[in-house]
C-alpha cells in the first residue's frame, strides 16, 4: 500500500470528523430532535455490534457473560458498577468453562 | 449524576482497551506495511475500524481503490456521532475543529454520557485513547503480546456501550428505543454481517426517528 493511499485514508477520516464537529451548519427543527434521542439507542446498537462482531464470535459464553452481568447492572446508571459486572462475569465465566 | 470514580474507571477502561488492540493492531499490520507505516498509520489515522479494514483488504491484494473507498464508508459514522457531541459544545468553529480529531465511538461516548463540560471530555479520553492507540501499536511492532487478553479487551467494549446507554437513557421511552435498536442490530448483522458498525448506527438512527419524544 502506497503512502499517498494512507494520507489519502487519514485525510478522508480527518475531514469526516471535522466535518460533523465544525463545518457542517448545526442540527436544527426535526434533525436536533432525532439527534437528541439519538445517544441511547445509538450506544444500545453499538453494544449490540461489538457483541455480534467480536473476533471470538457472538456465542463466546465468556463475553455473553460479560454483557449480561452487565446488562443486570443497568438500572443502578453507574459506569463503575457496570465495569466491574462485566468484568466479573467474564471471568468467572471464562473460569467456569 | 455519573461521579468522579465513573468517569476515571471508564476512561482508563476504554484505555486499557485500546492498548490492547493496538498491540493486536501492531503486530498484525507490520508483516504487510512495514514498521514505520504501521507507526504513522496509527499516529494520522486514529482509527481502528478504518486502519483494521485497510491492512485486510492490502493483504489480500485488494486495490488502493477498494481500500479508499472502504475507509470512506465506516468514516460516515463519524457525522452522528459529531452531530450529537457538537449537540452540547458551546466552543467556537476552531476549537470544535481541533477536538473533532479525537472522535472516536468510544470519546463520543463518554463525552454525550457524562454530565461535564464536553469539550474537556472529548480532550482528555481522546487524549486517552490516542496515547493508548499509538503507544498499542508501538508494543505491537516491537513484538509484544498479551496472550489472553485480546479477548477480554474485546468484552469491554459491549460492557462500556451497555454502561453508556443506562447514563444516556433517561426514561423509559429511551430505554424502549435502545432495546429496539439493540435488537435490530441484531438481526441486521444476522440477516447482513457486511452491514457492520455503519449498519448499526443506521438502525440507531432510524430508532430516533421512529420514537417519539414522551
Known amino acids: 500500500m502506497s503512502l499517498l493511499t494512507l494520507l489519502l485514508v487519514a485525510a478522508i477520516t480527518y475531514i469526516s470528523r471535522v466535518a460533523a464537529m465544525a463545518l457542517l451548519p448545526p442540527p436544527a427543527g426535526r434533525t436536533a430532535e432525532v439527534v437528541d434521542r439519538l445517544p441511547a439507542p445509538l450506544f444500545a446498537a453499538l453494544a449490540a455490534y461489538t457483541v455480534m462482531s467480536a473476533e471470538t464470535g457472538p456465542t463466546d459464553p465468556a463475553l455473553l457473560g460479560a454483557a449480561a452481568c452487565a446488562l443486570l447492572t443497568f438500572r443502578r446508571r453507574s459506569m463503575l458498577v457496570t465495569l466491574a459486572a462485566g468484568l466479573a462475569g467474564y471471568l468467572l465465566i471464562d473460569w467456569l468453562l | 449524576m455519573p461521579s468522579r470514580r465513573d468517569i476515571t474507571a471508564a476512561t482508563t477502561s476504554v484505555g486499557l482497551a485500546i492498548v490492547a488492540f493496538g498491540i493486536i493492531y501492531g503486530a498484525s499490520a507490520t508483516p504487510i506495511l512495514g514498521g514505520w507505516r504501521t507507526l504513522l498509520s496509527s499516529a494520522i489515522v486514529f482509527s481502528g475500524s478504518a486502519q483494521f479494514a485497510m491492512v485486510a483488504l492490502a493483504g489480500s491484494g485488494a486495490s488502493e481503490t477498494a481500500i479508499?473507498?472502504?475507509?470512506?464508508?465506516?468514516?460516515?459514522?463519524?457525522?452522528?456521532?459529531?452531530?450529537?457531541?457538537?449537540?452540547?459544545?458551546t466552543s467556537g468553529r476552531v476549537q470544535r475543529g481541533l477536538l473533532s480529531w479525537f472522535l472516536i465511538d468510544e470519546t463520543a461516548g463518554l463525552t454525550v454520557a457524562f454530565d461535564q463540560p464536553p469539550e474537556r471530555t472529548l480532550l482528555v479520553?481522546?487524549?486517552?485513547?490516542?496515547?493508548?492507540?499509538?503507544?498499542?501499536?508501538?508494543?505491537?511492532?516491537?513484538?509484544?503480546?498479551?496472550?489472553?487478553?485480546?479477548?477480554?479487551?474485546?468484552?469491554?467494549?459491549?460492557?462500556?456501550?451497555?454502561?453508556?446507554?443506562?447514563?444516556?437513557?433517561?426514561?423509559?421511552?429511551?430505554?424502549?428505543?435502545?432495546?429496539?435498536?439493540?435488537?435490530?442490530?441484531?438481526?441486521?448483522?444476522?440477516?447482513?454481517?457486511?452491514?457492520?458498525?455503519?449498519?448499526?448506527?443506521?438502525?440507531?438512527?432510524?430508532?430516533?426517528?421512529?420514537?417519539?419524544?414522551?
Open chain 2, 68 to 89: 479508499v473507498g472502504t475507509t470512506t464508508l465506516l468514516a460516515i459514522r463519524h457525522l452522528p456521532l459529531g452531530a450529537m457531541v457538537r449537540a452540547r459544545m
Open chain 2, 125 to 214: 479520553s481522546g487524549g486517552i485513547a490516542y496515547l493508548a492507540w499509538v503507544g498499542g501499536t508501538g508494543i505491537g511492532m516491537a513484538g509484544g503480546s498479551l496472550p489472553g487478553v485480546g479477548p477480554l479487551a474485546e468484552a469491554l467494549f459491549p460492557v462500556l456501550f451497555i454502561g453508556l446507554t443506562a447514563l444516556a437513557a433517561s426514561g423509559r421511552l429511551d430505554v424502549i428505543r435502545s432495546v429496539a435498536a439493540a435488537s435490530g442490530t441484531v438481526a441486521l448483522l444476522l440477516l447482513w454481517p457486511e452491514a457492520g458498525a455503519l449498519g448499526a448506527i443506521g438502525v440507531a438512527i432510524v430508532t430516533a426517528v421512529v420514537g417519539s419524544r414522551g
